[in-house]
Nanobody, 116 residues
């Protein structure tokens, strides 16, 4: 089985920063994609950022220039550095990974609340 543990969420004021972490362990084989998704209150879950095994990154337009996704392949870790946070960034952030056999896995999510 695959285990995924997310951490780093919390309550911050607008303009603040947070760093989310996702640790992946278990029978994952090789990962070819790691990503963060966000589900804002009352909205569907959307992609925030992703990174491939080759290092290519992709960001939602709303977070470009403020967020940065990174990975530690040796430790099966993925991070999301979140700067200049805005109220509209509020939501549940979930870690997502996909292995080379096209099997995907989701973390339970961590709450990020941006409010003054």
């Amino acid at each position: 089985q695959v285990h995924m543990v997310e951490s780093g969420g919390g309550l911050v004021q607008p303009g603040g920063s947070l760093r989310l972490s996702c640790a992946v362990s278990g029978s994952i084989f090789s990962l070819n994609l790691m990503a963060w998704h966000r589900q804002a209150p009352g909205k569907r879950r959307d992609l925030v950022a992703s990174i491939t095994s080759g290092g290519s990154t992709n960001y939602a337009d709303s977070v470009k220039g403020r967020f940065a996704i990174s990975r530690d392949s040796d430790k099966n870790m993925v991070y999301l550095q979140m700067n200049d946070l805005k109220p509209e960034d509020t939501g549940v952030y979930s870690c997502y990974v996909r292995n080379t056999l096209d099997r995907d896995y989701w973390g339970q999510g961590t709450q990020v609340t941006v409010s003054s």
